[in-house]
């Protein structure tokens, strides 16, 4: 119940979406050092300098994203897992994509342990999407960029909504597109930008 009243006094209203973050137990998909804060309304850092978004913000992307129950999503950028697992409870299927190999293999896992027969996890370059399970009901983009990629666009359905913090370093604004349709500010975003190609793994020492 806490966390969902803090959720709520961040500003998440959308019932959907707040059902969503409920039955997703983030403390499964945080660092394990940092499990005790993982009810709490912060980021939480990752490997390779990555960052386990905050709940509200992952809140305020799946209630733009607005997920239905027959939809098969795209997210671009794993992390943790948490958010596609998220999305997975109110969606049929969850295509997911990070560009570090490690994230998605550990993402993988938890999807596993959770049975979560239906979010799948591979690795690649987000700018590029994830053609083999394409076309898309819903595309989630946790980084910015300067506008949606064409690749991506090119894996939207007809009708279907892709979201994003669109801008730079010290402007960026939360942007809902459907295809087909005209493009909605719902306010500010911070993210990080989002990269290009595979990530690599430091070497070993």
């Known amino acids: 119940m806490r966390f969902v009243l803090e959720m709520r006094q961040a500003g998440v209203t959308d019932a959907r979406a707040l059902s969503a ?3 997703t137990p983030r403390t499964h998909y945080a660092p394990e050092h ?3 804060l993982a009810l709490d309304d912060v980021g939480l850092p990752l490997a390779h300098a990555q960052t386990m978004t905050k709940p509200s913000m992952i809140g305020r992307m799946v209630s733009a994203l607005e997920p239905q129950a027959g939809d098969v999503v795209l997210e671009i950028g794993t992390g943790s897992g948490f958010q596609a ?3 997975s409870s109110v969606a049929n299927k969850v295509i997911t994509v990070d560009r570090w190999n490690d994230l998605v293999i550990a993402a993988r896992g938890r999807f596993g342990t959770a049975r979560l027969m239906r979010t799948y996890a591979f690795t690649g370059d987000g700018f590029d999407g994830w053609t083999d399970e394409g076309p ?3 595309i989630i983009i946790n ?3 300067g506008d949606f990629p064409s690749p991506l666009l090119e894996q939207l359905k007809p009708g279907g909504v892709i979201v994003a913090p669109l801008g730079d370093a010290q402007s960026q604004r ?4 459907r295809n087909g349709g005209e493009r909605e500010d719902l306010g500010p975003m911070k993210m990080a930008p989002l990269e290009r190609g595979l990530g690599e793994a430091p070497p070993a020492a």
């Open 143 to 145: 980084a910015s960029l």
């Open 136 to 138: 898309y009901d819903r």
């Open 85 to 87: 697992a998220a999305i």
């Open 34 to 36: 940092l499990e005790g």
């Open 174 to 177: 939360l942007i809902r597109y």
């Open 21 to 23: 973050l409920e039955r």
